[in-house]
Protein backbone atom coordinates (compact mmCIF):
# COMPACT_ATOMS: atom_id res chain seq x y z
CA UNK A 1 0.00 0.00 0.00
CA UNK A 2 1.09 3.54 -1.21
CA UNK A 3 2.66 4.88 2.44
CA UNK A 4 0.40 8.23 2.32
CA UNK A 5 -2.31 6.00 1.75
CA UNK A 6 -1.51 4.39 4.97
CA UNK A 7 -0.80 7.20 7.24
CA UNK A 8 -4.31 8.83 6.39
CA UNK A 9 -5.94 5.44 6.82
CA UNK A 10 -4.72 5.30 10.11
CA UNK A 11 -5.58 8.66 10.82
CA UNK A 12 -8.89 7.68 9.56
CA UNK A 13 -8.73 5.46 12.64
CA UNK A 14 -7.44 8.01 15.32
CA UNK A 15 -9.48 9.28 18.07
CA UNK A 16 -7.23 11.83 18.73
CA UNK A 17 -6.94 12.72 15.11
CA UNK A 18 -10.70 12.70 15.27
CA UNK A 19 -10.96 15.18 18.12
CA UNK A 20 -8.03 17.77 17.54
CA UNK A 21 -7.65 17.67 13.89
CA UNK A 22 -10.82 17.73 13.13
CA UNK A 23 -11.47 21.36 14.76
CA UNK A 24 -8.65 23.20 12.62
CA UNK A 25 -10.26 25.79 9.78
CA UNK A 26 -7.63 23.95 7.34
CA UNK A 27 -9.52 20.53 7.06
CA UNK A 28 -12.74 22.36 8.06
CA UNK A 29 -12.26 24.26 4.97
CA UNK A 30 -10.66 21.72 2.36
CA UNK A 31 -13.51 19.44 3.51
CA UNK A 32 -15.91 21.16 1.36
CA UNK A 33 -14.66 19.93 -1.67
CA UNK A 34 -16.71 16.48 -0.86
CA UNK A 35 -19.52 17.78 1.06
CA UNK A 36 -22.09 21.17 0.84
CA UNK A 37 -22.33 21.15 4.13
CA UNK A 38 -22.78 20.09 7.60
CA UNK A 39 -26.75 20.07 7.88
CA UNK A 40 -29.41 17.86 6.02
CA UNK A 41 -30.53 21.39 4.83
CA UNK A 42 -27.00 21.40 2.69
CA UNK A 43 -27.88 17.91 1.30
CA UNK A 44 -31.24 18.73 0.03
CA UNK A 45 -30.40 21.79 -1.16
CA UNK A 46 -27.08 20.20 -3.20
CA UNK A 47 -29.91 17.60 -4.34
CA UNK A 48 -31.64 20.36 -6.08
CA UNK A 49 -28.82 21.79 -8.10
CA UNK A 50 -28.02 18.16 -9.23
CA UNK A 51 -31.51 17.14 -10.45
CA UNK A 52 -32.54 21.13 -11.89
CA UNK A 53 -29.09 21.48 -13.63
CA UNK A 54 -27.61 17.49 -14.55
CA UNK A 55 -30.70 15.59 -14.00
CA UNK A 56 -28.92 13.46 -11.64
CA UNK A 57 -30.81 11.77 -8.40
CA UNK A 58 -29.35 11.41 -5.12
CA UNK A 59 -28.50 9.37 -2.13
CA UNK A 60 -28.17 11.13 1.15
CA UNK A 61 -25.73 9.95 4.42
CA UNK A 62 -25.32 11.39 7.32
CA UNK A 63 -22.02 11.01 8.47
CA UNK A 64 -20.81 8.90 11.52
CA UNK A 65 -19.73 5.59 12.82
CA UNK A 66 -19.17 3.35 15.55
CA UNK A 67 -21.75 5.07 17.96
CA UNK A 68 -21.37 3.18 21.60
CA UNK A 69 -24.50 4.76 23.34
CA UNK A 70 -28.16 3.69 22.67
CA UNK A 71 -29.62 6.79 22.93
CA UNK A 72 -27.08 8.09 19.93
CA UNK A 73 -27.87 5.59 17.97
CA UNK A 74 -31.81 5.99 18.08
CA UNK A 75 -31.39 9.97 17.59
CA UNK A 76 -29.68 8.70 14.09
CA UNK A 77 -32.66 6.82 13.00
CA UNK A 78 -35.48 9.19 13.89
CA UNK A 79 -32.70 11.36 11.87
CA UNK A 80 -33.13 9.14 8.98
CA UNK A 81 -37.10 9.33 9.54
CA UNK A 82 -37.10 12.73 9.66
CA UNK A 83 -34.99 12.82 6.59
CA UNK A 84 -37.13 11.06 4.40
CA UNK A 85 -40.17 13.63 5.29
CA UNK A 86 -38.58 16.38 3.99
CA UNK A 87 -37.12 14.72 0.99
CA UNK A 88 -40.63 13.25 0.05
CA UNK A 89 -42.23 16.76 0.78
CA UNK A 90 -39.59 18.55 -1.92
CA UNK A 91 -40.50 15.46 -4.15
CA UNK A 92 -36.61 14.63 -4.73
CA UNK A 93 -36.19 11.10 -6.26
CA UNK A 94 -33.46 10.95 -2.85
CA UNK A 95 -32.62 7.11 -1.43
CA UNK A 96 -30.67 6.78 1.96
CA UNK A 97 -27.54 4.85 2.57
CA UNK A 98 -26.84 4.00 6.41
CA UNK A 99 -23.81 2.55 8.39
CA UNK A 100 -24.92 -0.11 10.41
CA UNK A 101 -22.62 0.76 13.49
CA UNK A 102 -24.18 4.18 13.79
CA UNK A 103 -27.45 2.54 14.20
CA UNK A 104 -25.74 0.62 16.97
CA UNK A 105 -24.50 -2.68 15.63
CA UNK A 106 -21.78 -2.90 18.49
CA UNK A 107 -24.06 -2.26 20.67
CA UNK A 108 -27.21 -3.72 20.21
CA UNK A 109 -27.65 -6.16 16.99
CA UNK A 110 -31.41 -6.10 17.55
CA UNK A 111 -32.07 -2.69 17.76
CA UNK A 112 -30.42 -1.84 14.80
CA UNK A 113 -31.96 -4.21 12.68
CA UNK A 114 -35.36 -3.10 14.18
CA UNK A 115 -34.17 0.64 13.12
CA UNK A 116 -33.27 -0.62 9.80
CA UNK A 117 -36.37 -2.29 9.34
CA UNK A 118 -38.22 0.64 9.97
CA UNK A 119 -36.46 2.66 7.54
CA UNK A 120 -36.59 0.44 4.86
CA UNK A 121 -40.46 0.45 5.69
CA UNK A 122 -40.32 4.24 5.21
CA UNK A 123 -38.57 3.74 2.45
CA UNK A 124 -41.21 1.58 0.56
CA UNK A 125 -43.74 3.80 1.24
CA UNK A 126 -41.83 6.78 -1.16
CA UNK A 127 -40.84 3.95 -3.79
CA UNK A 128 -37.27 4.45 -2.66
CA UNK A 129 -34.55 1.98 -2.23
CA UNK A 130 -32.51 1.89 1.56
CA UNK A 131 -28.99 1.00 0.83
CA UNK A 132 -26.63 -0.41 3.87
CA UNK A 133 -22.95 0.48 3.99
CA UNK A 134 -20.33 -2.08 4.22
CA UNK A 135 -17.26 -1.07 7.10
CA UNK A 136 -14.59 -3.03 8.30
CA UNK A 137 -13.76 -6.26 6.98
CA UNK A 138 -15.00 -7.69 10.57
CA UNK A 139 -18.53 -6.50 10.47
CA UNK A 140 -19.29 -8.22 6.72
CA UNK A 141 -20.71 -10.87 8.53
CA UNK A 142 -22.91 -8.77 10.65
CA UNK A 143 -24.02 -6.54 7.91
CA UNK A 144 -24.76 -9.30 5.68
CA UNK A 145 -27.16 -10.89 8.52
CA UNK A 146 -28.83 -8.19 8.99
CA UNK A 147 -29.26 -7.23 5.45
CA UNK A 148 -31.27 -10.43 4.50
CA UNK A 149 -33.63 -10.22 7.79
CA UNK A 150 -34.43 -6.56 6.33
CA UNK A 151 -34.46 -7.82 2.47
CA UNK A 152 -37.14 -11.12 3.97
CA UNK A 153 -39.52 -8.56 4.80
CA UNK A 154 -38.85 -5.61 2.50
CA UNK A 155 -37.52 -6.11 -1.13
CA UNK A 156 -36.63 -2.51 -1.58
CA UNK A 157 -33.30 -2.93 0.32
CA UNK A 158 -29.91 -3.27 -1.15
CA UNK A 159 -26.41 -3.92 0.43
CA UNK A 160 -23.09 -2.34 -0.59
CA UNK A 161 -19.97 -4.96 -1.31
CA UNK A 162 -16.35 -4.30 -1.32
CA UNK A 163 -14.43 -5.64 -4.43
CA UNK A 164 -10.83 -5.54 -2.58
CA UNK A 165 -12.44 -8.66 -0.25
CA UNK A 166 -11.81 -12.14 -1.19
CA UNK A 167 -15.00 -13.06 0.33
CA UNK A 168 -16.93 -10.91 -1.69
CA UNK A 169 -17.84 -13.40 -5.44
CA UNK A 170 -19.22 -16.15 -2.73
CA UNK A 171 -21.51 -13.24 -0.79
CA UNK A 172 -22.49 -12.16 -4.08
CA UNK A 173 -23.39 -15.15 -5.11
CA UNK A 174 -25.81 -15.16 -2.17
CA UNK A 175 -27.51 -12.16 -3.04
CA UNK A 176 -28.07 -12.56 -5.98
CA UNK A 177 -29.97 -15.90 -5.61
CA UNK A 178 -31.85 -13.97 -2.94
CA UNK A 179 -32.56 -11.23 -5.50
CA UNK A 180 -31.47 -7.82 -3.66
CA UNK A 181 -29.42 -5.26 -4.35
CA UNK A 182 -25.99 -4.82 -4.38
CA UNK A 183 -23.40 -1.64 -4.92
CA UNK A 184 -20.33 -2.56 -5.51
CA UNK A 185 -17.54 -0.55 -4.52
CA UNK A 186 -13.59 -1.19 -4.75
CA UNK A 187 -13.48 -1.02 -0.78
CA UNK A 188 -12.21 2.01 1.28
CA UNK A 189 -11.01 0.75 4.72
CA UNK A 190 -7.50 -0.42 5.83
CA UNK A 191 -7.33 -4.08 5.34
CA UNK A 192 -4.95 -6.62 6.27
CA UNK A 193 -3.52 -8.74 2.99
CA UNK A 194 -5.31 -12.01 5.08
CA UNK A 195 -8.59 -10.45 3.74
CA UNK A 196 -8.01 -7.92 1.04
CA UNK A 197 -5.70 -7.42 -2.06
CA UNK A 198 -3.04 -5.78 -1.48
CA UNK A 199 -2.37 -4.58 -4.97
CA UNK A 200 -5.09 -2.32 -6.92
CA UNK A 201 -4.32 -4.13 -9.99
CA UNK A 202 -5.99 -6.90 -8.73
CA UNK A 203 -8.44 -5.21 -6.77
CA UNK A 204 -9.52 -3.51 -10.25
CA UNK A 205 -9.66 -6.79 -11.79
CA UNK A 206 -12.13 -8.34 -8.96
CA UNK A 207 -14.42 -5.38 -9.56
CA UNK A 208 -15.09 -6.16 -13.30
CA UNK A 209 -15.38 -9.85 -12.69
CA UNK A 210 -17.68 -9.00 -10.06
CA UNK A 211 -19.17 -6.22 -12.30
CA UNK A 212 -19.40 -8.67 -14.61
CA UNK A 213 -21.50 -11.23 -12.58
CA UNK A 214 -24.05 -8.67 -11.53
CA UNK A 215 -24.75 -7.42 -15.15
CA UNK A 216 -25.11 -11.19 -16.06
CA UNK A 217 -28.07 -11.30 -12.79
CA UNK A 218 -29.86 -8.38 -14.30
CA UNK A 219 -29.94 -10.14 -17.79
CA UNK A 220 -31.92 -12.44 -15.63
CA UNK A 221 -34.89 -10.09 -14.80
CA UNK A 222 -35.58 -11.71 -11.50
CA UNK A 223 -35.31 -7.85 -9.87
CA UNK A 224 -32.01 -7.82 -8.98
CA UNK A 225 -30.46 -4.45 -8.86
CA UNK A 226 -27.13 -3.98 -9.66
CA UNK A 227 -25.48 -0.31 -8.85
CA UNK A 228 -21.88 0.63 -9.39
CA UNK A 229 -20.32 2.91 -7.70
CA UNK A 230 -17.23 4.15 -8.77
CA UNK A 231 -15.40 6.91 -10.45
CA UNK A 232 -12.83 4.64 -12.37
CA UNK A 233 -13.48 5.63 -15.94
CA UNK A 234 -11.98 2.66 -17.60
CA UNK A 235 -13.99 0.05 -15.33
CA UNK A 236 -17.26 1.89 -16.17
CA UNK A 237 -16.14 1.89 -20.36
CA UNK A 238 -16.12 -1.72 -19.64
CA UNK A 239 -19.47 -2.35 -17.73
CA UNK A 240 -20.41 -0.25 -20.74
CA UNK A 241 -19.56 -2.42 -23.04
CA UNK A 242 -19.99 -5.50 -21.10
CA UNK A 243 -24.07 -4.54 -20.97
CA UNK A 244 -24.47 -3.70 -24.17
CA UNK A 245 -22.63 -7.05 -25.33
CA UNK A 246 -24.91 -8.71 -23.04
CA UNK A 247 -28.35 -6.75 -24.22
CA UNK A 248 -28.89 -5.26 -20.94
CA UNK A 249 -29.98 -1.55 -21.36
CA UNK A 250 -28.96 1.51 -19.54
CA UNK A 251 -31.36 2.07 -17.60
CA UNK A 252 -31.41 -1.46 -15.86
CA UNK A 253 -28.29 -0.29 -13.97
CA UNK A 254 -27.16 2.45 -12.22
CA UNK A 255 -24.11 3.96 -11.36
CA UNK A 256 -22.81 5.64 -8.13
CA UNK A 257 -20.59 8.32 -7.34
CA UNK A 258 -19.38 10.91 -4.71
CA UNK A 259 -20.50 14.46 -4.24
CA UNK A 260 -16.98 16.51 -5.82
CA UNK A 261 -15.48 13.96 -7.19
CA UNK A 262 -15.72 13.65 -11.28
CA UNK A 263 -18.26 16.30 -11.77
CA UNK A 264 -17.73 16.06 -15.42
CA UNK A 265 -18.31 12.12 -15.90
CA UNK A 266 -21.51 12.24 -14.29
CA UNK A 267 -23.04 14.87 -15.87
CA UNK A 268 -21.87 13.35 -19.15
CA UNK A 269 -23.28 9.54 -18.06
CA UNK A 270 -26.56 11.49 -17.45
CA UNK A 271 -26.53 13.49 -20.81
CA UNK A 272 -25.71 9.83 -22.26
CA UNK A 273 -28.98 7.85 -21.06
CA UNK A 274 -27.56 6.74 -17.98
CA UNK A 275 -28.69 6.41 -14.75
CA UNK A 276 -26.19 8.04 -12.21
CA UNK A 277 -26.60 8.94 -8.95
CA UNK A 278 -24.50 11.17 -6.61
CA UNK A 279 -24.34 10.29 -2.54
CA UNK A 280 -23.88 13.11 -0.87
CA UNK A 281 -22.49 13.27 3.13
CA UNK A 282 -23.08 15.55 5.39
CA UNK A 283 -22.97 15.84 9.42
CA UNK A 284 -20.67 17.02 11.92
CA UNK A 285 -18.57 13.77 12.22
CA UNK A 286 -17.04 13.92 8.94
CA UNK A 287 -13.06 13.52 9.78
CA UNK A 288 -12.48 9.47 9.37
CA UNK A 289 -14.52 9.61 6.18
CA UNK A 290 -12.76 12.92 4.86
CA UNK A 291 -9.37 10.75 5.31
CA UNK A 292 -10.89 7.81 3.56
CA UNK A 293 -11.44 10.12 0.42
CA UNK A 294 -8.29 11.89 0.85
CA UNK A 295 -6.44 8.48 1.01
CA UNK A 296 -7.91 7.01 -2.42
CA UNK A 297 -6.00 9.59 -3.89
CA UNK A 298 -2.98 10.80 -2.41
CA UNK A 299 -2.74 13.51 -4.77
CA UNK A 300 -5.81 15.02 -2.39
CA UNK A 301 -3.44 16.16 -0.11
CA UNK A 302 -2.18 18.81 -2.03
CA UNK A 303 -5.30 20.03 -2.29
CA UNK A 304 -5.05 20.95 1.48
CA UNK A 305 -2.05 22.25 1.51
CA UNK A 306 -2.99 24.25 -1.36
CA UNK A 307 -6.09 25.39 1.13
CA UNK A 308 -3.71 26.09 3.88
CA UNK A 309 -1.49 28.58 1.93
CA UNK A 310 -4.52 29.93 0.03
CA UNK A 311 -5.22 33.60 1.44
C1 LIG B 1 -21.70 5.81 -4.06
C2 LIG B 1 -20.52 5.25 -3.30
C3 LIG B 1 -20.74 4.58 -2.11
C4 LIG B 1 -19.67 4.04 -1.40
N1 LIG B 1 -19.91 3.30 -0.27
C5 LIG B 1 -18.89 2.64 0.32
C6 LIG B 1 -19.12 1.73 1.40
O1 LIG B 1 -20.26 1.55 1.87
N2 LIG B 1 -18.04 1.07 1.93
C7 LIG B 1 -16.77 1.24 1.44
O2 LIG B 1 -15.83 0.58 1.92
N3 LIG B 1 -16.52 2.12 0.45
C8 LIG B 1 -17.54 2.81 -0.12
N4 LIG B 1 -17.27 3.68 -1.16
C9 LIG B 1 -15.86 4.08 -1.47
C10 LIG B 1 -15.17 3.07 -2.41
O3 LIG B 1 -14.90 1.88 -1.72
C11 LIG B 1 -13.85 3.64 -2.95
O4 LIG B 1 -12.97 3.87 -1.89
C12 LIG B 1 -13.97 4.90 -3.76
O5 LIG B 1 -15.13 4.90 -4.54
C13 LIG B 1 -12.76 5.10 -4.69
O6 LIG B 1 -12.67 4.04 -5.60
P1 LIG B 1 -12.96 4.17 -7.18
O7 LIG B 1 -13.80 3.00 -7.57
O8 LIG B 1 -13.53 5.49 -7.49
O9 LIG B 1 -11.60 3.90 -7.88
P2 LIG B 1 -10.14 4.53 -7.74
O10 LIG B 1 -9.27 3.65 -8.55
O11 LIG B 1 -9.80 4.76 -6.30
O12 LIG B 1 -10.31 5.93 -8.43
C14 LIG B 1 -10.52 6.07 -9.83
C15 LIG B 1 -10.37 7.54 -10.16
O13 LIG B 1 -11.44 8.29 -9.56
C16 LIG B 1 -10.96 9.51 -9.02
N5 LIG B 1 -11.11 9.46 -7.54
C17 LIG B 1 -11.44 8.40 -6.76
N6 LIG B 1 -11.50 8.75 -5.47
C18 LIG B 1 -11.20 10.06 -5.43
C19 LIG B 1 -11.08 11.00 -4.39
N7 LIG B 1 -11.31 10.66 -3.11
N8 LIG B 1 -10.75 12.28 -4.70
C20 LIG B 1 -10.54 12.65 -5.97
N9 LIG B 1 -10.62 11.80 -7.02
C21 LIG B 1 -10.95 10.52 -6.75
C22 LIG B 1 -9.51 9.61 -9.41
O14 LIG B 1 -9.44 10.28 -10.64
C23 LIG B 1 -9.09 8.17 -9.59
O15 LIG B 1 -8.02 8.01 -10.48
C24 LIG B 1 -18.33 4.23 -1.89
C25 LIG B 1 -18.13 4.90 -3.08
C26 LIG B 1 -19.19 5.41 -3.80
C27 LIG B 1 -18.92 6.10 -5.08
Given at each position: MHPVRSVLLAASESRWMR?????????????RRFMPGEELEDALGAAEVLRQQDGIATIFTRLGENVRDVTEATAVASHYLDACDRIEQRGLDTQISVKPTQLGLDIDPARCRD????LAERAERQHAMLWID??????????????????ARHRNVGVCLQAYLYRTA?????????????RLVKGAYKEPATVAYPKKPD??????????????????????RAVFGTHDQAIVAAIQAHARAAGVPPGRYE??????????????????????????????????????RLAERPANVWFVARTLFAR
Open positions: THAANLPVFRKAVAVLRMEQHGYVDATLELYHAVLADLQAIVAAGGGVVDAAYLSLATTMIKAQTAGDGFFAMLYGIQHGVQRRLARNGHRVRVLVSYGDHWFPWYMR
